[in-house]
């Protein structure tokens, strides 16, 4: 198990090596120039250029490369070039709003889907099962921005029960965080609730259509008993996979939950980074989200060993 | 591992001081009276003159102040400095600083401090190195007295010393006047109405700023840029709120006090809720549109296939477009904005022609063989997208031959500095707009600029029309500028630089409820005076 887990850590570099690889080139054999952007509409030639030096952008690809790597390998992931802050600074900046609503949105999305999915196995192919699975469609179907304007017109214009937007971090008190993510976390929650319990739903009709589950109702087990300890604990590697995906899709593909919440986090700073060609950001950003899916990845491999037996590593 | 350990670290650091620091203190004291107000763009630099974005300017003037600063009528008044001498060959201009000015760290302001901050944005600003072009020395006098020293009568000093919108030419202290001006200063200690948080600062979300309790307004009332500049809130926080809905919302919801640029098509509901107002913003209309042309690639080399674009142009079709409202808009057939001292619509007869079967009639005429026609359509602006899409109608209706390059409007900003042909990753035309106060007089408006390789994107290139612009800036009366600033329409007209497609306002929204004093002006968004009620 440890020679495994250093292993895979080991495998890491490589794929980090390759993402860096890639986003360096990604970035700048894409159209647009933050030095143009920089000098505005008045700059003649000569003042782009000229900020280009300044930022080192007219270096030959190559040698920028090197140079960004250099800097990498001593732990600095550059500096931004429009706020002139470490990008490490501004990832700590927005790390908790994103560690926060990703958090409430798992919490929403699992607390719900599993036992929805272990309904709607148990009573599969009745009315609560088609209702289930209806509602796990309208999940997938309806988009993040629509249920999120929908939920604060009815909450905060209408009800006035909770804010329109913004994030309040912890230090000002657990009830104000929660306030601000509630909204989030249903809009955002809703879409993997849905993915979740049919995954849920799906792995659990295999289980139950196993001898050793009909032996146990044979043994007159109680019903609940054969379902959440015999049933949903084998059905758990396809679920918990599918959960273990959600958060490292959560970590970085939260952009349209924060821009209409207002949730000033690593989604966001992604997409102003890029919009405003912030290179160091965007690649700093890139390459912590590759290192927290490769660990994610690892971990839920992990995982399997505790939820079945006959996974050995 | 330890390198591996200090990208740790730093995310740690950062995270930590998110925590504990910033967000612990970002909470507003007790009883504060706290401006909350959504903005445009976040706060990106420190350095108001390091670029040209509006929102630089927008905490330049919070945290710095400016030797003058236009009126409601756009006259320059005189703001830091108390007295000022002009010689009589008006090549000699001899200021003296209020009393009492001090920067945030506590030092006083000297013309040591004017003298480098002039320099510095005297090399960024065009309309700066346009005057200090005729600038032969700065002098200090004393600590508060300095004189400017012209080689010509250039006539355009003050305006371009009370110059708004962006690039203002606030005064920072000297150490970081001296900053190279294409590195950015990295402090925000001006001697403005307010002061910058730093450690309160997130890039991309918020940005605070505190009372100057040291600031010392003048006597005059508010007006514009100029007369008194009262900081009467404790605080103010800049919020960037992406999404124009949820920027609607926050304010109807009452969560924000202030919503500086709401999207046109939320106004007609914003101007329905209670105790919300929507007003003007200026007596100048903040934007204006404009289709430029590539001089420098057929068939728009000639002035004939540069005339013939007029025909494609009906204002009215882009402003109902991207405004919507007549309220906000109007049609202004002059190079410099409609409604200012040096407007003139003369030629307006060609230019508000909308013909498109003309267009192409006299684009053939001048030359043109169908070849593909590169426009560089944005895909990301609120204002430019759309304008782009009636453009592009337009001359499609026209039977033109349409190249439409669909790009962001970063590409389109990178794009359009490359002189190559189009087919070669250069660009005939794009659209985009500018501010109103960028275009208050010729000398300004730095898109009237024919100077071949000199000229901004574009390159146009016109003798005459440049030594029109130069002999504006040296005229002795108003009348006599405004006798030139026709000749250079007639010369614009001809020549066409660039193609107006209107100009309008973009109206500010504010709780009524919760705030007063609002200081309506044109180009910019300024914050001193407003007071909390209750």
């Not at chain 2, 924000?256 to 709401?262: K, Y």
């Given at each position: 198990m440890g020679a495994y887990i250093v292993r895979r850590l080991l495998a890491t570099f490589p794929v980090m090596a390759v993402v860096a690889v890639f986003v360096f080139l990604l970035l700048r054999l894409a159209p647009g120039d933050p030095a143009a952007l920089i000098a505005g509409d008045d700059a003649t030639s000569a003042d782009i250029d000229a900020i280009r030096a300044k930022l080192g952008l007219d270096l030959p690809i190559w040698e920028q490369f090197v140079l960004w790597i250099a800097d990498i390998l001593r732990g600095d992931l550059g500096v931004s070039?429009?706020?002139?802050?470490?990008v490490t600074v501004l990832i700590g900046q927005r790390l908790e709003p994103t560690l926060m609503l990703m958090l409430a949105t798992l919490f929403v999305a699992v607390t719900l889907a599993i036992p929805l999915g272990v309904l709607a196995a148990w009573k599969a192919r009745t009315a609560i099962d088609r209702i289930v699975m209806v509602f796990s469609v309208l999940g997938f179907a309806v988009p993040v921005f629509l249920a999120g304007y929908v939920l604060i017109y009815v909450f905060s214009i209408q009800l006035r029960w909770l804010p329109v937007q913004g994030y309040r971090p912890l230090a000002q008190g657990l009830w104000p965080c929660l306030q601000g993510l509630i909204l989030p976390a249903i809009a955002l929650g809703t879409t993997y609730m849905a993915l979740i319990a049919r995954i849920t739903r799906a792995s659990m009709l295999e289980v139950l259509a196993q001898d050793y589950i009909r032996t146990a109702n044979a043994k007159g087990l109680a019903t609940r008993r054969v379902l959440l300890l015999h049933a949903l604990k084998n059905a758990s590697v396809p679920i918990v996979t599918v959960i273990g995906i959600g958060i490292a899709l959560l970590i970085s593909g939260v952009v349209i939950t924060e821009t209409v919440f207002n949730i000033p986090g690593l989604g966001r700073l992604t997409v102003d980074a890029v919009l405003k060609r912030d290179y160091p950001i965007v690649q700093g950003l890139i390459l912590v989200f590759a290192g927290v899916k490769v660990l994610i990845n690892l971990m839920i491999d992990l995982s399997y060993v505790f939820l079945d037996p006959r996974i050995r590593y | 591992m330890g390198r591996t350990k200090s990208v740790f670290r730093g995310v740690l650091l950062g995270s930590v001081s998110a925590l504990f620091l910033v967000h612990a203190a970002a909470t507003p004291a007790s009883g504060e009276s706290v401006l909350r107000a959504s903005m445009h763009a976040d706060v990106r630099t420190l350095d108001p003159h390091w670029t040209t974005q509006t929102i630089a300017g927008i905490h330049g003037m919070l945290v710095y102040d400016t030797l003058f600063g236009v009126d409601d009528e756009l006259v320059p008044k005189p703001q830091m400095v108390g007295d000022y001498k002009i010689s009589d060959d008006r090549k000699t201009y001899t200021f003296t600083l209020r009393e009492g000015l001090k920067f945030h760290d506590g030092t006083p302001v000297t013309t040591n401090d004017v003298i480098a901050s002039l320099k510095r944005w005297g090399a960024k600003d065009q309309a700066a190195r346009a005057m200090m072009g005729y600038v032969s020395a700065l002098e200090k006098v004393d600590e508060r007295t300095f004189r400017m020293v012209l080689t010509e009568p250039y006539g355009l000093v003050l305006d371009t010393l009370g110059k708004t919108g962006t690039m203002v030419p606030i005064i920072m202290r000297e150490k970081d006047a001296k900053t190279e001006g294409n590195a950015q200063v990295t402090e925000a200690i001006g001697s403005g109405p307010f002061r910058m948080l730093k450690e309160q600062w997130v890039p991309g979300s918020k940005t605070v700023y505190v009372k100057n309790a040291d600031y010392v307004p003048r006597k005059e009332a508010p007006s514009g840029f100029s007369g008194a500049k009262v900081p009467r809130v404790d605080r103010i926080e800049l919020l960037w709120i992406a999404d124009a809905q949820t920027r609607m919302q926050a304010l109807i919801a009452g969560e924000?006090?202030?919503?500086?640029?709401?999207?046109v098509d939320f106004v007609p509901i914003l101007e329905q809720t209670p105790n919300v107002k929507v007003i003007r913003t200026g007596s100048v209309d903040s934007h204006w549109g404009t289709i430029r042309i590539?001089?420098?690639?057929?068939?728009?080399?000639?002035p004939e296939a540069r005339q013939a674009l007029?025909?494609?142009?009906k204002q009215e079709d882009f402003l109902q477009t991207i405004v919507g409202n007549p309220q906000y808009y109007r049609v202004c057939y002059s190079f410099i904005t409609c409604g200012t001292a040096y407007a003139d619509e003369t030629g307006k007869e060609q230019v508000g022609d909308y013909n498109p079967k003309k267009a192409l009639e006299k684009l053939k005429a001048a030359g043109y063989k169908n070849e593909p026609i590169s426009v560089l359509a944005a895909t990301d602006h609120h204002t430019i997208t759309p304008a782009s899409q009636v453009l592009l109608a337009s001359m499609r209706a026209a039977g033109i031959n349409v190249d439409a390059v669909s790009i962001d409007w970063g590409s389109v900003v990178a794009r359009r500095a490359k002189r190559e042909k189009p087919e070669a990753g250069g660009w005939n035309i794009f659209v985009t707009t500018s501010s109103g106060v960028s275009s208050l007089n010729p000398a300004l408006n730095?898109?009237?600029?024919?100077?071949?390789?000199?000229?901004?994107?574009?390159w146009p290139c016109d003798e005459e029309l440049d030594r029109l612009r130069a002999q504006f800036a040296f005229a002795g009366s108003v009348e006599e500028r405004k006798q030139i600033a026709r000749k250079i329409q007639e010369r614009a007209v001809h020549v066409v630089p660039y193609i107006i497609f209107g100009q309008w306002t973009q109206p500010l929204a504010y709780r009524s409820d919760k705030i007063d004093g609002i200081v309506p002006v044109t180009g910019t968004t300024v914050f001193w005076n407003i007071a909390k009620k209750g």
């Open positions: 070039i429009f706020s002139n802050l470490p | 924000i006090d202030f919503l500086e640029q709401p999207s590539n001089h420098l690639h057929p068939p728009f080399d000639k007029y025909h494609l142009v730095t898109w009237l600029g024919a100077g071949c390789e000199k000229a901004n994107v574009g």
